[in-house]
Each structure stands twice: as structure tokens, then as C-alpha cells.
């Protein structure tokens, strides 16, 4: 299972996708759009990168590897505790299972 969860308030371990890291959302929310714009932004971003075999597409693989294996915690700043507000982690979430065949 894959889940995203708040890097300030869950307590476990995980894997950070904020900021700098390779999954980080390269849009600011304000700078480059709306919370749902810079996720849209995001997602064509994010399969640009697949697409290119980037290192970022390299890190997605690594990634499924690991969820199909064990439970995979992905860790953001910016997904709330209520989950109900999108994150740029739910566009991970969904390319890593599309990897791992689960949406195809």
C-alpha cells in the first residue's frame, strides 16, 4: 500500500517528496497557479520525466520496487492531516501504481 502522509506530523518513517528532493513540485503555489493548477502542472511535468527516463523517472521505479515489497509512506509538507485537500504526492501515488501495473 502507498500513502501520503504530512512530513510535520506523522511520526514514522517515510520516504520526503518536498522540496528538494528528485519528486519535489517544481511549481510554487501563487508564483506558478492555484493549488490545482500547479498540480495539473505537475502531472504533465511528472510524465514528461517518464517519458525521458530522467532521474526522477529513475527514482519512480525505485520506488514501486519498494511498494511492491512493503508498504511505502510518501512524506509532504503539504498534505493535510484530513487528506481531503490534493497534494502533488497524490500524482506520485497514482504513477507509482500505474508502474506497478494497478491502473493499467
Not at 511520526?11 to 493549488?35: D, E, Q
Amino acid at each position: 500500500m502507498i500513502r501520503i502522509e504530512n512530513k510535520k506530523t506523522y511520526c514514522g518513517s517515510g520516504v520526503y517528496i518536498g522540496r528538494p528532493s528528485l519528486l519535489g513540485n517544481p511549481f510554487h503555489i501563487g508564483t506558478h497557479g492555484t493549488r490545482d493548477e500547479v498540480i495539473a502542472k505537475y502531472r504533465v511535468w511528472l510524465w514528461q520525466q517518464i517519458q525521458e527516463q530522467t532521474p526522477v523517472f529513475q527514482e519512480l521505479q525505485r520506488l514501486a520496487r519498494q511498494a511492491q515489497h512493503e508498504d511505502l509512506v510518501l512524506l509532504c509538507w503539504c498534505k493535510q492531516a484530513d487528506r481531503t485537500v490534493p497534494c502533488h504526492g497524490d500524482v506520485i501515488q497514482a504513477a507509482l501504481q500505474w508502474l506497478n501495473g494497478k491502473d493499467r
